[in-house]
Structures are given as structure tokens and as C-alpha cells.
């Protein structure tokens, strides 16, 4: 995935491959206080975060809330404008895109969102949800819309016919058929899923997973697939980033990254991941990390995962860890890990 | 299963416990005939999907449901052979808290944001152990500490809104342990939380419970959680027990469809990946009605015209394992079948 020697900082131009490349992305939230509204610091949710994405692949973001992943969603849909940093979609800079530029764009760029009671408007029926992205971009009318919302819901597994009932009127996993129809109108190439399953039941959670397979299989859909839940990432994606308070810790292809961890924040996550055999659990040494996450207002000054980290030496408080490369493509930010 | 001293008395039982939400419009049967006991020290797993009926029992039984719309249609819950159904406001105001504790899923929506941490903590221990002010607020420092907070005697006078996520669950667990209790009712109390924290939390668990000994009912989504933690499970769907065994029975030898699908669909963390999860089709009953079939019925994969016309008792499988489905007795009779 990433270019041999891309550390930090360093600007590697955009994988040719690669549908979305991420180049040094940072993205700090002023933080205002005072009767006038002074800026006196400033969240800093991500920090020079680089990654890239293959056509048809997935990549696995996975961290702790608040740690950034869906900060970085919304920086690659620029829903937020980055700080500092450049998405590339395409071979396409689209933080440096605006006006009628950045909306042809966005049809090729969708979401799915985790809370599939919250993304869908009460008052609007499942067809007009569906066609609204059709209309507002003026690709199909009339009896070909209708036609295509039809295609839709049957893509994602709903019977056509409840085009005209209300999103109310449907479980969470349905609902969130629905947001994946939408996110499908226009024939994205990437779409962003962020935490999809998180707000669904067990059972329901497969259902979901497979229908986002069956799609990229047929569709050739790239994905960035947000979650943390990690047997599930572990499941879906063909690439994992692991971040912590604004940064990468680790990205890895997957087996890699599940097998043999590098970063001590990624052993710990893995660790304290419980498996539902009794028999295993039983015997598992944990790796119990000790306090929680810093504040992003105001991160370490070296490694992010220091305050937490079982084996952080002096030098981890002062030094940033570059982002080596130990395999081939897996990257890690730490000082100690080989 | 321990020959312990007094140990095979029940410190909870619940029989035949039948609770239903009356509503303008329908009923909804939310809990249809649980029975459970729990044994001193003893730790059950609840496990289910959402709707299943595991919080609206264990809130059934301590009568915090507000009535109506809910009503308790039958069944006794007995706390040391006192039928908690049957006691009045008074004295139920004197089990809750004392005798039963009491840990909920989100520790931001159930501390009192005006109160600081100490109030909170201090309050039931002046109130059922009759406590001084000042040996109550020695006891809340050493119970603060007990759950592992850092600095407990001066972060006591802090506000909720000033902890950590899972700061203020364990700051939930000391008020919950405040007064010694029998047993301990936690409802998803680690689903709010990170991985990480989860670990940290279920860790405190298993030392308090050696340390104090009481009673747990552990509610929870998570199979792996239960895995690690619980002595025994029961698992609910539809507002009913389908399956009761002790956790490596469960795990290693599961009898119902739904508790065997309910495993299935879980991605795991080592090993092969598989090419496709498998999913439970279909989707939970609206329980609209007293189940006269099998609740699971639509979305089983063994279904008979059996299960479409009587719902299954709980049926023994072996000691101390059950499991409400006909299966068990079509392999009762033709042994040779497994």
C-alpha cells in the first residue's frame, strides 16, 4: 500500500493503483473560550495521517472512540476542510476542488452511516430517500428513476415494492439496506462506511457484512471501513490502519496485522478483544493497558500511546516515532518494534 | 456445582416471571415466563439480542418499570425466599441499592450530573446503612479506591462530567457495591466503552467478585464477554429463556438453533477466514402476542410443523443444561442421532 520509505511528512506521490490516497492529512478543531470567542488552543483529532487505497479493496480503520476514525471519513468526503494535507481521488487533489468542481466529484464518493435511525428522514418514503441523490445530480427522470430506485432496493436485498413506505416501518438492519441503497445511486467507486454495523444486533450484523461483500464482488467497490469492532475488520478488509488519538500506530494487510502485531497499542487492542470460547478465555494472558486516552487538546509530545505504553522508555516521551516500514506493507510508528 | 457450604441455596429465584407492556394501540409481551435462580457468589451471563426481554426482566423483578404501561402479568421473584413482587414501595426502596445493586449501560445518563461523585456514593450508605456523615464519606474514599480510581480522596469531590467513560462506570460499580450487596444486577455495563476500557472493567469485575463474593447477573450482547466472565448462561430471545447451561456446556455443546446461529455469526480473531459469514435470515418476532410456536421458528433452520404449533418448555439436556427446543426431544428418544 504505502511506498517504501514514506515516513512522515515525507509528500510520495499519489499511488497509481490506488482509487484514494491520503497524504499527510491533519485536521485540528480551534477550540474558542472567553466572552470573546479567543482561540486558546485547539483539538488536534488527526495528525499528518497518510494512507492509501487500492481499487476494489477495503482498509480497516480501527481505534478507540475519539481516536479519529471518523474524523478521517469526513476529511476524505471533505465534509471537513483538512488543516494541512491533500486527499488524492483518482490521481484527483480534492481538498484543493471547490464549486461545481468538488459536486461533480461527489457522486463518486458516497457514505453509510452508523446510526441508520438518525441518516434517514422520517417524513421522506424509501423511494424518494433512494432518488433524492438522482435528483439532486440530474441523472435519471421520470419512469427510469423510478425504475432505478426498484433496482436499487432489490440490489440491497429489500423488496421493490416498499419504495413508498416510511423508514419507521423498518428494523435497523433494513434501515441500513436502505442507507446502503442511497450511498449506491450514483455508482460510487468509494464508499466510506462509518462504524455500519455498530447500531445492529448480532445476528443481523452478518446480514449486513455479506450484502457489503456480495456488492464489492459485483460492483468493484472500494471501501473504507471504519469500525471497532475488530473480528469484524478482521473479517472484511484486505488492509488495517490501526490509530490512536490522531494517528496511525500501525497499517498492515491483514492476516499480517492479526498474526503478528508490531505496535505495543495494537498487541493491547488485540488482546483485550474477548473471544467467545470459554476455554480460551480462560487461559489468555491479557495485555490490560492502565488509564485511559489523553485528551486531544493536548496529545504527548512524543509517541501519542506513551502515557499507556507498557514498554514507553524517556525517549518516547520526547521523540515523535518516524513511521518505518518492518514487511512488506507493514508500516509501524514505534521506536522499539522489529 | 461446587459442594459448598449452603452454596446450592438460591439467593435469587425467579419463576415463570410474565411481564407485558399494555399500549393504546397493541400489547407487547416482553417477557414471556422466565424462571432463573442464582446461587451466592455466583456469576449468570444474560445474553441476547436487542428486544429480547434481558433488561425488562431484571427491571421487572425490582419493579423499576414504569406502571403502566407495563404490568407484571405473573410470576414471583424471590430474594432470599421474599417475594420482591409482593413488597411495597418502602421496602422495596430498601432493597434497591441495598440489597441489590444496580450497574446500567451508559455511566454518563445515570449519574446525577448537579451531584459530585461523593454525594452520589454517599447518599445510599446514609440511607441504608444508617452511616455518620463522615464514616460514610471514609467508606466512599476506601470504595472509590476499591474500583481502582487514582487520587480517590480528592477526586471525590469531582462532577461526573469530570471522568473518563470508564472512570465514571467504575465510579457506577462503587455506588452499586456501596452496601455490601447480595446481588449485583449489571445491565451491559461495558457496551458503552472501548475494548480497552471493556478489558479494564471486566478485570475489576473478577477481582471485586472474589474479594466480596455477591451475586452477579451479567447482561450483555457479547458472547466473548460472557465467555470470560460467567460461571453459567442464559440465553434469551423473543422474551423467552431458549438456552441455560454453565458457560463451557454452552459454548462447546449449544442445543438450540438460535444459540448455535448466534456463534456461527461471529467473525473470529485467529484461524482461517471465512469466505462468508454466516448470517441468520430474517429478523426477530414483533411479540404482539403470547408465543403460542417457537418464537425463533421463522428464522430456523431445523423447523418442523412441531415448532409452528407449540412452543417448546425448557427441556433438559444434561445436568444443569436446557434448552427450549423440540430438537432436544426428538433426540432424547433416538439417542443415536448426535
Avoid at chain 1, 476524505?76 to 481521488?89: A, K, S
Avoid at chain 1, 428494523?171 to 445492529?200: F, T, Y
Wanted: charged letters at 20%; hydrophobic letters at 40%.
Amino acid at each position: 500500500m504505502l511506498e517504501d520509505g514514506m515516513a512522515s511528512g515525507n509528500h510520495a506521490p499519489p499511488d497509481k493503483d490506488a482509487v484514494l490516497s491520503v497524504r499527510n492529512i491533519s485536521m485540528h478543531f480551534p477550540i474558542y473560550k472567553g466572552v470573546i470567542r479567543r482561540q486558546v488552543g485547539s483539538i488536534k483529532a488527526l495528525d499528518d495521517v497518510s494512507f492509501d487505497i487500492k481499487r476494489g479493496q477495503t482498509l480497516g480503520l480501527v481505534g478507540e472512540s475519539g481516536c479519529g476514525k471518523s474524523t478521517t471519513g469526513r476529511v476524505i468526503m471533505r465534509l471537513y476542510e483538512p488543516t494541512t494535507g491533500q486527499v488524492y481521488f483518482d490521481g484527483v487533489d480534492i481538498t484543493a476542488l471547490h464549486g461545481s468542481e468538488l459536486r461533480d466529484m461527489r457522486p463518486r464518493m458516497q457514505m453509510i452511516f452508523q446510526d441508520p435511525q438518525a441518516c434517514l428522514n422520517p417524513r421522506m418514503t424509501v423511494g424518494s430517500i433512494i432518488a433524492e441523490p438522482l435528483e439532486e445530480h440530474g441523472r435519471v427522470r421520470g419512469a427510469a428513476k423510478q425504475a432505478r430506485v426498484q433496482e436499487l432496493l432489490d440490489a440491497v436485498g429489500l423488496n421493490p415494492k416498499f419504495a413508498d413506505r416510511y423508514p419507521h416501518e423498518f428494523s435497523g438492519g433494513q434501515r441500513q439496506r436502505i442507507g446502503i441503497a442511497r450511498a449506491l445511486a450514483l455508482d460510487p467507486d468509494l464508499i466510506v462506511c462509518d462504524e455500519p454495523i455498530a447500531a445492529l444486533d448480532v445476528s443481523i450484523q452478518a446480514q449486513v457484512i455479506n450484502l457489503l461483500e456480495e456488492l464489492q464482488d459485483r460492483l468493484g467497490l472500494t471501501y473504507l471501513f471504519i469500525s471497532h469492532d475488530l473480528s469484524m475488520v478482521r473479517h472484511f478488509a484486505d488492509h488495517v490502519a490501526v490509530m490512536y488519538l490522531g494517528k496511525i500506530a500501525e497499517l498492515a494487510p491483514v492476516d499480517e496485522l492479526f498474526s503478528s502485531p508490531k505496535h505495543p497499542y495494537t498487541q493491547a487492542l488485540l488482546s483485550a478483544v474477548p473471544i467467545p470460547d470459554p476455554e480460551i478465555e480462560v487461559q489468555r494472558e491479557r495485555i490490560l493497558l492502565t488509564g485511559d486516552v489523553p485528551g486531544a487538546a493536548n496529545p504527548p509530545e512524543g509517541c501519542r500511546f506513551c502515557t499507556r505504553c507498557p514498554i514507553a522508555v524517556a525517549k518516547c516521551n520526547e521523540v515523535m516515532p518516524t513511521w518505518r516500514q518492518l514487511g512488506r506493507g507493514h508500516h509501524v510508528a514505534c521506536h522499539f518494534a522489529e | 456445582m461446587e459442594s459448598g457450604i449452603n452454596n446450592n441455596k438460591p439467593v435469587l429465584e425467579v419463576s415463570d416471571l410474565q411481564t407485558v407492556f399494555r399500549t393504546r394501540e397493541t400489547n407487547i409481551y416482553a417477557v414471556n415466563g422466565v424462571s432463573f435462580s442464582l446461587k451466592p457468589g455466583e456469576l449468570l451471563g444474560v445474553v441476547g439480542e436487542s428486544g429480547s426481554g434481558k433488561s425488562v426482566t431484571m427491571m421487572a423483578l425490582m419493579k423499576l418499570l414504569p406502571m403502566p404501561p407495563a404490568q407484571i402479568v405473573s410470576g414471583t421473584a424471590k430474594l432470599d425466599g421474599r417475594d420482591l413482587l409482593q413488597l411495597g414501595p418502602e421496602e422495596l426502596r430498601a432493597i434497591r441499592g441495598g440489597d441489590i445493586g444496580f450497574i446500567f449501560q451508559d455511566p454518563m445518563t445515570s449519574l446525577n450530573p448537579v451531584f459530585t461523585v461523593g454525594y452520589q456514593l454517599i447518599e445510599p450508605l446514609r440511607e441504608h446503612l444508617g452511616l455518620a456523615k463522615k464514616a460514610a464519606r471514609a467508606r466512599a474514599i476506601e470504595l472509590l479506591e476499591l474500583v481502582g480510581i487514582p487520587k480517590a480522596a480528592e477526586r471525590i469531590n469531582d462532577y461526573p462530567h469530570q471522568f473518563s467513560g470508564g472512570m465514571r462506570q467504575r465510579v457506577m460499580i462503587a455506588i452499586a457495591l456501596a452496601c455490601d450487596p447480595k446481588v449485583l444486577i449489571a445491565d451491559e455495563p461495558t457496551t458503552a466503552l472501548d475494548v480497552t476500557i471493556q478489558a479494564q472493567i471486566v478485570e475489576l469485575i473478577k477481582r471485586l467478585r472474589q474479594e466480596l463474593g455477591m451475586a452477579i447477573v451479567w447482561i450483555t450482547h457479547d458472547l466473548g464477554v460472557v465467555a470470560g466472565i460467567a460461571d453459567r448462561v442464559m440465553v434469551m430471545y423473543a422474551g423467552s429463556v431458549v438456552e441455560r447451561a454453565t458457560v463451557n456446556e454452552l459454548y462447546s455443546n449449544p442445543k438450540h438453533p438460535y444459540t448455535q446461529a448466534l456463534l456461527e455469526t461471529l467473525p473470529s480473531l485467529s484461524g482461517e477466514r471465512d469466505e462468508k459469514l454466516t448470517s441468520i435470515g430474517g429478523q426477530p418476532p414483533l411479540m404482539t402476542a403470547f408465543p403460542k410456536a417457537c418464537p425463533f421458528a421463522p428464522r430456523c433452520r431445523y423447523v418442523t410443523d412441531r415448532c409452528l404449533g407449540e412452543n417448546p418448555a425448557l427441556l433438559p439436556v444434561s445436568d444443569g443444561h436446557d434448552a427450549a427446543c423440540w430438537l432436544v426431544a426428538a433426540e432424547e428418544r433416538e439417542p443415536a442421532d448426535a
